[in-house]
């Protein structure tokens, strides 16, 4: 019993792990250019202020409606295009008009509407 104990524990040699010569497939990857203006659902780059300007570069937080997913949608007016945009509600105001609130915070304080750089007035009919 005790005998084996005492003896000195020697670790068995490490074998040298098989070597095989393998050789990894190639791999050939295919790109092909995003589109670009109509036809593109994303936006790189803005007209907002003077010239162009890529959205990396504006320090706030931008929701571009491209033309393409407006078509897509089939959107006939503003008013359906903010309407499918997120933080964007409507409320009843008097006559008739409609309150737009951009994250709770509402146009008729601030009318910041722009449509093609210019701005909109936040109420009158666009039906």
Not at 27 to 40: F, I, L, M, N, Y
Not at 100 to 126: C, E, N, V, W
Request: net charge negative; no cysteine.
């Amino acid at each position: 019993g005790l005998s084996a104990a005492a003896l000195p524990q020697t670790a068995p040699e490490p074998q040298a792990p098989a070597r095989q010569d393998s050789v990894l497939p190639t791999v050939r990857a295919k790109a092909s250019a995003e589109p670009q203006g109509k036809d593109a659902y994303q936006a790189t780059e803005t007209r907002i202020g003077k010239g162009k300007q890529d959205l990396r570069d504006i320090p706030q937080s931008l929701t571009i409606v491209t033309e393409k997913l407006i078509d897509d949608r089939n959107l006939d007016n503003v008013k359906d295009v903010l309407k499918n945009t997120a933080g964007i509600s409507f409320q009843a105001a008097e006559g008739g008009e409609e309150d737009i609130k951009i994250h709770g915070i509402s146009l008729q304080s601030t009318g910041d509407i722009f449509i093609d750089g210019m701005r909109d007035p936040a109420f009158y009919d666009r039906d």
